[in-house]
T-cell receptor, first 112, second 113 residues
């Protein structure tokens, strides 16, 4: 068990759909992250939340909308995605200060 | 984002051979971390290096942090098939107030039995 749970594990959606990815951490961490991992690129940092405040938006298109209602939960709302958005989306958490990342198992997203 | 160069991109070795991956940054780093991702899995933290010139060992794995805190290496002695996976260095640049971790491109290791 990783201590970070992501749902769903797999998601197939059309370009006009709206869906949400969910992440929950049970580690008492204060920071949470969304990363995108696609086949031909390194892991890309998308968003960082620290104490429920967004502190990084790494030039991510507005069709991705994060939400962090509390320090244990993180969502990624998806709408009008493109096929090139198909990837593995990984959630991670860490303590506040430069501590290791704990990843969830990821959501494998396919946009048709 | 940050530029984290990691080489080689791929490495195929015979079981029992050694393996090394290198990570170079254009900026001075606060610390550097190493992660391993098995095929079909998620990245798992291996170690964090903080001090200039630091060397840490985990069984057959040896991690080094450069004197200038701009480069790092991971060396595996006598590889085993369980070492298969992609190894990432992750930089945390100096001057940042919040946790921002930038992954290198990774080195994919394949070990032939």
């Amino acid at each position: 068990e990783t201590g970070v749970t992501q749902t769903p594990r797999h998601l197939v959606m059309g370009m006009t759909n709206k869906k949400s990815l969910k992440c929950e951490q049970h580690l008492g961490h204060n920071a949470m992250y969304w990363y995108k991992q696609s086949a031909k690129k390194p892991l890309e940092l998308m968003f960082v939340y620290s104490l429920e405040e967004r502190v990084e938006n790494n030039s991510v298109p507005s069709r991705f909308s994060p939400e962090c209602p509390n320090s244990s939960h993180l969502f990624l709302h998806l709408h009008t995605l493109q096929p090139e958005d198909s990837a593995l989306y990984l959630c991670a958490s860490s303590r506040q200060t430069s501590s290791p990342l704990h990843f969830g198992n990821g959501t494998r997203l396919t946009v048709t | 984002g940050q530029q984290v160069m990691q080489i080689p991109q791929y490495q195929h070795v015979q079981e029992g051979e050694d393996f090394t991956t290198y990570c170079n940054s254009s900026t001075t780093l606060s610390n550097i971390q190493w992660y391993k991702q098995r095929p079909g899995g998620h990245p798992v933290f291996l170690i964090q290096l903080v001090k200039s010139g630091e060397v840490k060992k985990q069984k057959r794995l040896t991690f080094q942090f450069g004197e200038a805190k701009k480069n790092s290496s991971l060396h595996i002695t006598a590889t085993q098939t369980t070492d298969v996976g992609t190894y990432f260095c992750v930089e945390n640049p100096t001057g940042y107030n919040f946790n921002k971790f930038y992954f290198g491109s990774g080195t994919k290791l394949n070990v032939k039995p």
